[in-house]
């Protein structure tokens, strides 16, 4: 199995030009997808932390591109990464809006950890599910049938929280901490983008 390192995903950012405030919150996905991976691991769940890592790094990497096309950024993303090789990661990525069924209804996996993790940070803050999703609905829920399809996958969500969660010594609210951590990774970003130098809170 190939999966991009560290390094190779944060220069595929840059050569896609991702801008900041959404290299940011990769960053941020990428610190709550790593820590619930690592204890996923540790009490024995087949679970690749370095996928996870990947996954969460590279997720948006077309979203801003998506926001003038219309395309659906997760498939496109995927499509990137289908190309270069790195056809686990390009699977984890594809998911991370929408699950598969029986990805889903699976034991602890990857996919579902990138997907966990997207869904609790807000920008570049870890929120719980409520928050998260009060936000989505308030950007995307533009209909009555897509602010029912948030309602459903809020409600998944929360569903796949607690199956994740069972049996490790941490709980969702544990991952409240990585606000307090900086973000290592976005200082490179600062100095090339002066102009968005600080990624946006709200």
């Known amino acids: 199995m190939s999966i991009p390192t560290r390094a190779e995903c944060l220069g595929l950012l840059r050569a896609h030009r991702v801008?900041?405030?959404?290299?940011?919150?990769?960053?941020r996905v990428a610190q709550a997808g790593e820590l619930l991976a690592g204890r996923l691991?540790?009490?024995?769940?087949?679970?690749?932390?370095?996928?996870?890592?990947a996954g969460c790094?590279?997720?948006?990497?077309?979203?801003?591109?998506?926001?003038?096309t219309g395309e659906d950024h997760a498939r496109t993303a995927a499509a990137v990464?289908?190309?270069?090789?790195?056809?686990?990661?390009?699977?984890?990525v594809g998911q991370h809006v929408r699950l598969r069924p029986e990805v889903l209804a699976a034991p602890?996996?990857?996919a579902q950890v990138v997907f966990y993790a997207d869904k609790r940070v807000m920008h570049h803050r870890v929120v719980d599910l409520d928050e998260r999703f009060a936000d989505?609905?308030?950007?995307?829920?533009?209909t009555p049938e897509k602010r029912e399809r948030l309602r459903?996958?809020?409600?998944?969500?929360?569903g796949l929280e607690a199956r994740l969660f069972a049996g490790l010594d941490i709980g969702p609210g544990d991952l409240d901490r990585l606000n307090l951590d900086?973000?290592?990774?976005f200082e490179p970003w600062r100095e090339r983008s002066p102009s968005s130098a600080t990624p946006p809170s709200a």
């Open 136 to 142: 989505l609905v308030a950007r995307y829920g533009v």
């Open 41 to 53: 691991a540790a009490a024995g769940r087949r679970i690749d932390p370095t996928l996870v890592a």
């Open 19 to 27: 801008p900041p405030h959404i290299v940011a919150h990769s960053l």
């Open 57 to 68: 790094l590279l997720h948006d990497l077309t979203k801003m591109r998506s926001l003038e």
């Open 182 to 185: 900086p973000l290592e990774d």
């Open 81 to 92: 990464l289908e190309a270069r090789g790195w056809a686990e990661a390009a699977d984890v």
């Open 108 to 110: 602890p996996n990857e």
């Open 152 to 158: 459903r996958l809020h409600a998944e969500t929360r």
